[in-house]
């Protein structure tokens, strides 16, 4: 589908926008990156506490090996203090990739007359739901292009319809959201469909990068985007996610702008982002693949390292967009969050006709990492990491403000792992092979011979117990 200028209008957003750039440049250009100060700052970072820009912009401009280890090591015992050692893992799931916009990096923009457009019927969205559910996913996030198309009433009845699939031992207990920006009505109206959080990125949070990247639709409205999820917890939405994709600018700009717009929330509603996402750009049908701001790997693991400690409360998620070995890097780093059994082309859960071979004019961008969810689990606990499914929060009211109250002081810690525990054993009973399930259970018993609260100890493994006997969502 082309895109028709001249029937979409930008909108009038009349909210101040809070991304100075010049006031980045300056933090970034001012700050000393010496061992010393990365010392002082880590500092604070350990005790949870919240990271200034001036803070964020040291760690930024550290360069040295050992200023650069040091942030990697508070890294990782960071995340291990507020989120143990359990990983999230999580589908996306393409429903429509029709789009007004013309984004430059995109295999999707509008102006790409090779992309196969396909939006899916509600029989296909079952179809590919039940595929996921076979695998053993819990959590998806339903991915649209931006078109007139895909409304909120539209979205909202997708929602309805993943939570309604139930295959076999498999349901879909949180439904996140990856779309345009909405109005405050719109979010009203998905909110009511009992969607998870509603991630919307920046892509780049530069705003002469960010017009040179979106030439033409209605996401040239770069103070549209900015405050979109203003709206949203203006709306009764507490849960969001942001991010940036990198490569469209200088990654450390990008960084500090993740973090001043997380701060712009908790500030604003007192509720700071769930998720914050980094994906780096990856070659697309039609797509510019830049190289002038391209993000090596070395940076981006300090990056993530360096996310971890400015904003601990919040996950970390990466993306199969990035390979298997960089993302089990990045793990160690404050990762939380990624996906597993990815598949990009829309309808290619349920029929993989393509073989496994990806066709960029079928899928948004390269996919690097197109690992089994299975093969994901086997690593994971390889490392001595907890896979989870776990949605517990959501069905105890854990969100939003009340979220913050458990995450920021870093309490979240004593749910997440117990009920990462119930949902993988839940993924060992109903999905795993033998051997899977044998290397599971040896991790679980581990866990549980490490824990020094006896009685939380018999109580989960009483709980485990239920679960191998055939109950099911099972959580503190």
Known sequence: MQFVPEKYALPDVPMQPFIDAAEIEQYLLSARGDTACVQEVVRKSLAKGRLSLPEVAVLLKADSPAAVQLIKDA??????????????????????????????????????????????????????????????????????????????????????????????????????????????????????????????FQESYHRESYKRCHPRGPKQA??????????????????????????????????????????????????GPHTISFPRLQAASHGDTGGAFAVPDEAFTRLVAILRLAVPYTGLICTAREGGAVRREVLRYGVSQIDGGTRL??????????????NLHREQFRLNDARSLAAIVDELLDDGLIPSFCTACYRKGRTGEHFMEFSVPGFIKRFCTPNAVFTL???????????????????????????????????IGHRLQRIRNGARDVFY
Not at 432 to 452: F, M, P, S, T, W
């Open 75 to 200: 890294a990782q015992t960071l995340k291990s203090a507020v989120y143990g050692n359990r990983i999230v893992l999580f589908a996306p799931l393409y429903v429509g990739n029709y789009c007004v916009n013309d984004c430059t990096y995109c295999g999707f923009r509008a102006t790409n007359s090779e992309a196969v457009r396909v939006t899916l019927d509600r029989r296909q969205l079952i179809r590919e739901v039940e595929a996921l559910e076979e695998q053993g996913q819990k959590r998806l996030i339903l991915v649209f292009g931006e078109h007139p198309a895909y409304s909120p009433e539209y979205i909202a009845e997708a929602v309805r319809t993943v939570y309604a699939v139930k295959h076999g031992a498999g349901e879909i207990r949180r439904v996140n959201i990856n779309a345009a920006p909405l109005d405050i009505d719109g979010f009203r109206t998905v909110k009511a469909a009992g969607i998870g959080t509603y991630q919307i």
């Open 222 to 271: 770069y103070d549209n985007r900015l405050t979109a999820l203003d709206r949203a917890l203006e709306a009764g939405l507490d849960d969001v996610g942001i991010g940036a994709l990198f490569g469209l600018y200088d990654w450390r700009f990008e960084v500090m702008a993740l973090v001043r717009h997380a701060n712009h929330l908790e500030a604003c509603y007192n509720i």
């Open 345 to 358: 082309e829309l309808g290619s859960y349920a029929d993989m006709h393509s073989g496994g071979v990806q």
């Open 425 to 459: 054993a839940e993924y060992l009973e109903d999905y795993a092979g033998d051997a899977l399930r044998q290397k599971g259970y040896a991790v679980i018993e581990n866990i549980l011979a490490a824990d020094a609260d006896n009685a939380l100890a018999d109580d």
